[in-house]
């Protein structure tokens, strides 16, 4: 086994797992909300950047905001559609709504891309570089470095800005942050559409590494899930970590024992820190 | 007499239990009202009817209206941005901001004609106490500092009129009298405030009129002097015995 390039790959496997959480993290941290069409909008992104690189003839670097941008308004509709269990702050429903969303984005991307593996190519990832025995290409360095930077831009607004209490005090009790002469259903929306743009942009520079289907997301979901609880629930910087651990996890236990496991093994995992550390990681 | 503040009719109700019935209520520009009432009465549901707030989900009727301009239909985030501000009885910061952040999610209002802008140093005038714990968390707080953080956040959103709602609640009174002195020294200074109080004594003693309610009906109303000598507020509430 070669650990130097078994290192690199946990690195940008647990970037792009940190990266496709990072919007579950200030939704279900940050605003006590969850989406369970979280996997099937990764999909969906993805399948919107390769129609407008396939249909539309734009380049990679066009199509990846486009879906960007698709995804944020689409977060706007699903937002202002379910605003009402929201407010309500009841998760049951919310849960079950969601669900119903993913089933809808799956039936339809199905319907309107079909049921083929499709190749959605970045450029990037066909540059590669080798440094002695250590091998990888741009678009692991791009999504190493886009993650990275996300994490410290949403660790310093959530943090270090007015914008970031009013996200946290809407958390904490979205009643109280009204006699504040906050508006929380806008804050919700905020941080839906956030959620959404950032899937889209994990879907972007993660789903190029292999070939995509309508069918696909539900990993998506679990790994989620996982870098999320794990990190400790609403921790940004618990989920960065999370998420390089668990890529670091999956690459090293891949290599020694057995590709096949990696899931269980690190659901082991989870329970182990859990058991020992209920709130996670990051937790305070 | 110019009111601040005039509600008419204000009903609240909980599925079939009925928790304020028709209740009037007016606070006059620069004065200090006081609403009294056993548990139970109908003194918070009433205030948080005002502000078009709620933890639980009541059916309100009623119009209310902050000088002159009707706010019904309003929700509570636009009434208190007009400057009909409320701090709730009970949790009234958030406990994972600090003190600064909490005094910093108030945006001052855009139109402020008419109505004083508290600045941090006149905050911290008044709660000094505040200054030092400006980067403590509000679950580092006593009971006494969160009341005033409370106090501060709603000044720092330019009221036309405060509601304070049970702000002796789990307080020593000691802190409970120095905290209504200074809400009475700023209504010297024209601020409308309407009070809540269990303290009936302390209220009497600081409030320009007083309400009394009783299973959510107004069942009287004067000045504080006139209220004093009200048989229904000596009996149950000042210990006299009328003969």
Known sequence: MNLAQQIINGLVLGSGYALIAIGWTVLLGAARMVNFAHGQ?????????????????????????????????LGVLLQAMMLRP?????????????????????GGSARLFGGDPEAFKSPLEAASLRFGGVWFTWQDVITLLGTLLLFAALWLVMNRTRLGAV???????????????????????????????????????????????????????????????????????????????????????GALVSPAYTTAAAFLILLAVLVLRPRGLGAR | MTHALDATGISARYGGNVALDGVDVAVPVGRMVGIVGANGAGKSTL????????????????????????????????????GLVLVPEGKGIFSDLTV??????????????????????????????????????????????????????????????????????????RLVYELLAKMRALVDRGLSLL????????????????????????????????????????EAYLGALTT
């Open chain 1, 167 to 253: 996200v946290r005090s809407v958390a904490e009790d979205p009643k109280l942050a009204q006699l504040f002469g906050i508006d929380a259903s806008l804050i919700y929306i905020g941080v839906f559409v956030f959620e959404c743009a950032a899937v889209a942009l994990g879907a972007g520079l993660v789903a190029p590494r292999s070939p995509i289907l309508t069918s696909m997301g539900f990993d998506e979901v679990i790994l989620t899930f996982v870098v999320v609880v794990l990190g400790g629930i609403g921790s940004v910087g618990g989920s960065l970590l999370a998420g390089f651990g668990l890529g670091m996890f999956n690459a090293l236990f």
């Open chain 2, 47 to 82: 205030v948080n009817a005002l502000a078009g707030w709620s933890r639980g989900r009541p059916i309100v009727r009623g119009t209310v209206r902050l000088d002159g301009e009707p706010l019904d239909g309003l929700s509570p985030h636009r009434r208190a941005k007009r």
């Open chain 2, 100 to 173: 600064s952040e909490n005094l910093a999610l108030v945006r001052p209002p855009a139109d402020i004609a008419g109505r004083h802008l508290f600045s941090m140093d006149e905050i911290f005038d008044l709660f000094p106490r505040l200054a030092e714990r400006s980067d403590h968390k509000g679950r580092m707080l006593s009971g006494g500092e969160r009341q005033m953080v409370a106090v501060s956040r709603a000044l720092r959103a330019a009221p036309r009129v405060l509601l304070l709602d049970e702000p002796s609640a789990g307080l020593a009174p």
């Open chain 2, 195 to 234: 009070l809540v109080e269990q303290n009936v004594r302390a209220t009497l003693e600081l409030v320009d009129d007083l309400y009394l309610l009783e299973r959510g009906r107004l069942v009287a109303s004067g000045t504080a002097a006139e209220m004093k000598d009200d048989p229904r507020i000596l």
């Open chain 1, 86 to 106: 929201v407010m309500q702050q009841n998760l049951t429903s919310l849960m079950i709504v969601t669900l119903g969303f993913g089933y809808v984005i799956q």
């Open chain 1, 41 to 73: 909008l990764y999909m969906l992104a993805a399948f919107i950047a390769w129609a407008a690189m396939e249909k539309l003839g734009v380049n990679y670097f066009v199509a990846v905001p486009l879906a960007v941008l698709a995804l944020g308004l």
